[in-house]
């Protein structure tokens, strides 16, 4: 069952009107009155699509990796780290300089891992980037 929020944007979706795009055979979009023309020309090869409204902003541009930000999300994670060092059965009769030994060692693995992740994050985004550019106008969405 649906949460009152989603319902109200569900019906939000559905107030919006829809815009008609015409299109002709070579991907060209045509006015609505340029349609019959090309109809009458070609007999009848227009094609109707529907374009929909955009959902929500703009899409995030993700930002480049850089090794402050994932320094920063270290200084948010190392916390939780150390609570799952305390929590864990096979760690609780450990030290507490044992327990932040482990949780270092964590974060020697979290943080590398995490600007990988970012780079490679990042590098799919400036290809899809790339892509989106290259396109023929009638393909972009």
Known sequence: ???????????KGRRHEYEYVYVD?????????EVED??????????????????GA???????????????RGLFVAPLM?????VLPGTRDLTLAQQIQQTIFLLVIFLPFSYVM???TYRLFVKRQAALENRPPAEKK
């Not at 069952?1 to 019906?11: A, D, H, L, V």
């Not at 703009?58 to 920063?72: D, N």
Request: charged residues 40%.
């Open 25 to 33: 055979d070579e991907g060209r979009e045509l006015e609505p009155d």
């Open 82 to 86: 150390y609570l799952l060092v305390v």
């Open 118 to 120: 970012d780079s490679i």
């Open 38 to 55: 090309v109809a009458i020309r070609n007999g009848g090869s227009a094609k109707q699509k529907q374009r929909q409204p955009a959902r």
């Open 58 to 72: 703009a899409r995030r541009a993700i930002e480049p990796p850089s090794w402050r930000r994932v320094l920063k």
């Open 1 to 11: 069952m649906p949460t009152r929020k989603q319902r109200r944007r569900r019906q």
